[in-house]
């Protein structure tokens, strides 16, 4: 017997109807997930290769069953210990700012894995993505639920994100998906020049703006402010 090994796109890319999972078994997925890469479009997400990976990920996959219902609405959802799955126009959002105009993205890194569905969405955006979660249950869930899917331009690393990564460093684009006071200076450090760093930064307590970072040269860096929104906070340690 010789099973094919299907690549991470094969999978991901919702080959539902053949060998592995039968169509039948998601009847409905396919098109909700074009549905939702729909709303995230009319949100303002314009950039071809993320609502086609919105379009791609099944989010199903990474939230918990009972939930599997309302994985397809644009909205966020608890993933236990307190954190959730972000928001899907929002990670397309922050996914989109991380490019720079007409180019590839490189190597990234993501702060807060959570359930892995944004680090998924990333492998099919960027080169080559890591990602740290400081939770251990999350981070064993998380390699658990993205291991089916074989992509093999995917790491995930089990620490504290604050520290950043500097064994792989510099990156490309650095996204996090929880809010701190400020950027935690490692990750400015680890940001390659010309490079981008998306992250919501906490104002006070019930405040959040979404922050873009450009490093323009090795001691310049270039600061937008952008929308409110709202994130788990970034917390130290692990
Ligand atoms: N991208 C995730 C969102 C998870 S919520 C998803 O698609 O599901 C944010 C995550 O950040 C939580 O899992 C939280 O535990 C994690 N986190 C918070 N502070 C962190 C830190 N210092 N290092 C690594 N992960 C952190």
């Known amino acids: ?30 098109k ?4 939702l890469a729909e709303k995230v479009a009319a949100s303002g997400v314009r950039h071809r290769q993320v609502l086609e990976a919105i379009a791609t990920v099944p989010r199903h996959a990474f939230v918990d069953e009972a939930l599997d219902t309302r994985a397809y609405e644009d909205s966020a959802l608890p993933i236990g210990h307190q954190q959730t799955i972000s928001k899907p126009s929002v990670v397309a959002r922050m996914v989109e700012l991380l490019f720079k105009p007409k180019k590839e ?9 959570g359930c892995g569905y944004q680090a998924a969405i990333l492998s099919l955006v960027a ?11 999350l981070h ?22 604050i520290r950043g990564l500097p064994q792989a460093a510099p990156f490309d684009g650095i996204i996090l998906a929880a809010a701190g006071l400020g950027i935690p200076d490692p990750l400015l450090d680890q940001l390659a020049i010309g490079g981008r760093l998306v992250a919501p930064v906490a104002k006070s307590e019930e405040e959040q703006q979404l922050v873009v970072v450009e490093r323009v040269s090795s001691q310049r860096y270039q600061r937008t402010v952008l929308e409110e929104v709202f994130f788990v906070p970034l917390q130290s340690g692990t």
């Open 127 to 137: 080169s080559e993505v890591y990602s740290i979660e400081r939770i251990r249950p």
């Open 105 to 113: 993205l490189g190597k990234v890194l993501e702060i807060g894995t």
């Open 1 to 30: 017997f010789f099973f094919k090994q299907k690549t991470a796109y094969e999978i991901i890319a919702g080959d539902w109807s053949s060998d592995v999972c039968s169509s039948d078994l998601f009847p409905s997925h396919d």
């Open 32 to 35: 909700a997930r074009i549905q």
């Open 140 to 161: 064993d869930q998380a390699r658990a639920k993205l291991r089916p899917f074989r992509i093999p331009n995917l790491r995930l690393v089990y620490g504290d994100g």
